[in-house]
C-alpha cells in the first residue's frame, strides 16, 4: 500500500508542479531517475489511459517494471519462497513469474482450470455449471495433470514469453524491452503454462501432446533471452462433417437416449459410445440444447440405432444366424429380443419388432421397445 500512495503522490505532484511554480527542479530530478515503476490496484481497462495521458506529458519517463522483477528475483533467493509473483490487484495477470520448478509455474496458471465451474475435467467449457461431484472430481486431478508435461515439454510451449534461469530459479516474463507491460499478453503466457489442449485423457498419464508450431524452446543460460517472433500460420480449414441427417434424443426416466438413423451409426460410432468420448458422437450440426448436450457429457447416454444385418452382432463369439436368433429370441409384446455382443461397444439388447425393423440398444428391452414403437 506505501508504494501505491507514493507513485500516485509522485505522479500527482509532478502534473500539478507548474501551478506552484516548481516544475523545472522537479522535472530535473525525475529526468535523472528515467523511469517510473507504476503499482496499482485497477485493471488495464482504468490504468492505461492514465498512463499514456502520463507518458505523453513527460515522455522521457518511461513505465519500467525491470526493477520490480529483479527486487522480486532477489527475495526469492534470499527466502524459501516457491512461487514469485509480479501482478495487479484485481484483475487476473501476471507480469512476472519466479518459482524453483516449471511445475510450480503450471501450477498458478491451472488454476483458472481448476475453479472455474462450467469448465470440466478434460478443460471444456460447459453450459451449465458442474455438478458438485464433478467439480470435487476436478479438483482432486488437479494435482495428477501437473505430472502429465515435464519440464523441456512445458518450455517447448512458450513462445513471446522471455524466460531465463537465475541459478536455481526460473523466471518467466512479458515485460517489454524497456520494462512496460501490456497486461493483455499476460493471458497468452498463463495459456501457454497452463496447456488445458494437452490434458491426457486420464488425468496424471504422460501427454502425447506435441507443442503448438509457434512455440520454440527458449535457449538455457542466464539473462533474459527473447525468442524471435514465429510466424502465425494459416489456420487450417474447419474439417467438414461427415454427410449424415441429425441424431435424435429422447429422454427416459431421467436419461438421455440417443437414437440414431441408419447413416449414422457404424463401428467408429460404437466405440465411441463405448469410451464416452461424446464428442464424436454428437455433432455441431445435430443443434441440439445445451442443457441436453451438457447433461450428455456429465450424465452420458444410452442409445438405440437400426441394424442391417444379423451378422453384425455376436453370441458366444460367433456371428448371429437367423436360425439361432428365431431359437433363441424371447417374446416381448409381439416383438422379439435377444441379449448379443456389439463389437467395438459391449453387450447390448437385440430387438426385432414387426413393421419397423431391427435395433439394437444399450437400453433395458421394455425401454428400448417402447422407444422404436413411439
Known amino acids: 500500500m506505501y508504494y501505491f500512495i507514493f507513485v500516485v503522490l509522485f505522479v500527482l505532484q509532478l502534473c500539478a508542479a507548474p501551478a506552484f511554480g516548481a516544475e523545472s527542479s522537479l522535472i530535473e530530478g525525475a529526468k535523472k531517475e528515467g523511469a517510473l515503476v507504476y503499482y496499482t490496484t485497477m485493471d488495464i481497462q482504468n490504468s492505461k489511459p492514465l498512463l499514456d495521458a502520463f507518458d ?20 526469492c533467493q534470499k527466502l524459501p519462497i516457491r512461487l514469485g509473483r509480479l501482478f495487479v490487484l484485481g484483475s487476473w495477470g501476471d507480469a ?30 460447459r453450459q451449465t455449471p458442474l455438478s458438485q461431484k464433478e467439480f470435487e472430481a476436478k479438483l482432486m486431478a488437479y ?33 517489454e524491452a524497456d520494462g512496460t507491460w501490456d497486461q493483455r499478453k499476460s493471458i497468452a503466457m498463463e495459456t501457454q503454462l497452463g496447456a488445458w489442449d494437452a490434458f491426457s485423457m486420464i488425468p496424471g498419464a504422460p501427454s502425447s501432446a506435441k507443442a503448438p508450431a509457434t512455440a520454440a524452446a527458449p535457449p538455457p543460460g542466464n539473462g533474459a533471452k527473447k525468442p524471435e517472433p514465429a510466424k502465425k500460420p494459416e489456420p487450417p ?26 447413416e449414422r451409426f457404424d463401428l467408429d460410432v ?14 455441431r450440426s445435430d443443434n441440439l440444447p ?15 440405432a437400426p441394424l442391417e444385418f444379423l451378422s453384425e452382432v455376436f453370441v458366444d463369439g460367433k456371428p448371429l444366424t437367423k436360425q ?7 417374446p416381448l409384446d409381439g416383438a422379439k429380443t435377444l441379449d448379443v455382443h456389439f463389437p467395438r461397444y459391449g453387450e447390448v439388447v437385440l430387438l426385432d419388432v414387426p413393421g419397423k425393423g431391427r435395433f439394437v440398444s444399450s437400453m433395458p428391452k421394455a425401454a428400448a421397445l417402447a422407444l422404436v414403437k413411439g
Open 56 to 75: 505523453k506529458k513527460y515522455p522521457f519517463i518511461k513505465t519500467d517494471l525491470r526493477p520490480a522483477k529483479e527486487a522480486l528475483i532477489e527475495t
Open 237 to 262: 480449414p474447419a474439417k467438414p462433417e461427415p454427410a449424415g441427417p441429425p441424431i435424435a434424443v429422447k429422454e427416459v426416466d431421467g436419461q438421455v437416449v440417443i437414437v440414431f438413423p441408419q
Open 96 to 125: 512476472v513469474l519466479v518459482a524453483h520448478s516449471m511445475r510450480d509455474l503450471r501450477a498458478i496458471c491451472l488454476l483458472p482450470w481448476a475453479l472455474d465451474p462450467q469448465v470440466d475435467l478434460d478443460g471444456k467449457r
Open 324 to 330: 439361432q436368433f428365431e431359437a433363441s429370441s424371447t
Open 143 to 175: 494435482e495428477k495433470r501437473l505430472e502429465e508435461l515435464d519440464e523441456e515439454q512445458i518450455i517447448a510451449r512458450l513462445s513471446g514469453v522471455s524466460f531465463e534461469r537465475r541459478g536455481e530459479l526460473v523466471v518467466v516474463d512479458v515485460l
Open 290 to 304: 445445451g442443457a441436453i448436450r451438457d447433461k450428455i457429457q456429465r450424465d452420458g447416454a444410452g442409445f438405440i
Open 270 to 283: 460404437a466405440a465411441a459410445l463405448g469410451k464416452r468420448d461424446w464428442d464424436q458422437v454428437v455433432r
